[in-house]
C-alpha cells in the first residue's frame, strides 16, 4: 500500500474533526487521529529544520564558519 498524500492525510484529518464535532470518536478514529496529528507535526518539525539548516551537514557547517552578522557589522574580517 502506498503512503497517502499529504493532501490526502489534511483531508483526512478535516473529516475526523467534522466527526468529532458531531459525535465522539470511536477507539480506531481517535488512533488515526493522534496519528495523523504526529505525522503533521513531523512534517512541520522537518520543513523549519530544513529552512533553519539547509542540509542536514549545514549544521556542522554553520558551527565552522565565522559569524556573519559579525563580518556585515564589520567586526570581523
Do not use: F, K, V
Not at 8 to 19: G, K, P, V
Not at 52 to 59: L, Q
Amino acid at each position: 500500500m502506498s503512503r497517502p498524500t499529504i493532501a490526502m492525510q489534511n483531508a483526512r484529518i478535516r473529516e475526523l474533526d467534522a466527526i468529532r464535532c458531531a459525535r465522539p470518536l470511536t477507539d480506531a478514529e481517535a488512533r488515526e487521529a493522534d496519528h495523523l496529528a504526529a505525522c503533521a507535526y513531523h512534517r512541520i518539525y522537518r520543513a523549519q529544520r530544513a529552512e533553519r539548516w539547509g542540509h542536514p551537514t549545514a549544521r556542522a557547517r554553520a558551527r565552522q564558519a565565522p559569524d556573519r552578522e559579525a563580518i556585515s557589522q564589520g567586526q570581523m574580517r
